[in-house]
């Protein structure tokens, strides 16, 4: 729906008139054309919020677009952007071990890095599209990653903790999808359906397949053997 400026104007005017307002107070008259655009039913009952969503509020003064964006699932949001830098920050750990010259895993270097990279292109995704919803971007601190020691990884090691960190992260995106369901939020769903929930999926099963196919080539135990530079040179073509 397009408002002219002229409707805009007239309708601020009525309000402000009304209510005794300075038509310069932008804050108050929000508030009140927020109380004035209610939703009705068919016979006129008042049925929940106002179309003016109470939940852009708090980024009201830098807003003019947030509409019907639930500040808790904000919140949310920042929050998964913070999982995927984390996720690409421990990726690029893992790429950078396999890259050092006494354990030359180049295939799962080059595999570990890829992963960095869409994992942080995830977390700049959902930072475009809190800007595209008139939210703000939180940033938080990202966590040095501690899941592993750099003189007990090996190949089959890095795929499982790997793998235990695609299940997080989607378990993560999974409550933010129901959280965004309940709060009725139909555009944030559809967006992480199309971009995030599937992507993972597949993701889980491609890690999943790696973990089989190691313990076969290693018989379960380290990455010292002609198993592990088969399965890199796999790698390292794909």
């Given amino acids: 729906m397009k408002f002219s400026v002229s409707l805009l104007l007239t309708l ?17 008259v929000y508030v009140k054309l927020k109380a004035t655009f209610q939703r009705k039913d068919l016979s006129g009952n008042t049925v929940g919020g106002s179309l003016l969503s109470v939940a852009c509020e708090r980024d009201l003064a830098s807003s003019k677009i947030c509409q019907n964006f639930d ?3 904000v919140d949310l949001v920042n929050q998964q952007i913070n999982k995927e830098f984390e996720a690409s920050y421990y990726y690029m750990g893992l790429s950078s071990f396999f890259s050092r010259d006494d354990v030359a895993l180049n295939g799962f270097a080059k595999f570990f890095k890829k992963a960095s990279d869409e994992e942080r ?3 700049m995704k ?26 007990n990884m090996d190949g089959l090691k ?7 960190l695609e299940k997080l992260v989607n378990q993560y995106l999974l409550t933010l999808h129901k959280k965004a369901q309940d709060v009725n939020d ?15 999926v597949e993701s889980i099963k491609q890690l999943g397949d790696f973990s089989t196919k190691l313990r076969r080539l290693t018989s379960g135990t380290d990455s010292e053997g002609v198993g592990i530079h088969m399965f890199d040179k796999e790698l390292e073509s794909m």
């Fill in 71 to 73: 500040t808790d699932i």
């Fill in 158 to 164: 890095a795929v499982n903790e790997a793998l235990k």
């Fill in 186 to 200: 139909p555009h944030l769903t559809d967006f992480l359906e199309s971009h995030y929930l599937e992507e993972q």
């Fill in 121 to 123: 292109e995830h977390g």
């Fill in 126 to 151: 959902l930072m475009d599209y809190l800007n595209r919803r008139g939210a703000q971007v939180r940033l938080h601190n990202i966590k040095h990653p501690t899941h592993f020691r750099n003189d």
């Fill in 12 to 28: 601020i005017a009525a309000v402000t008139a009304n209510e005794g307002l300075e038509v310069d107070d932008g804050e108050a």
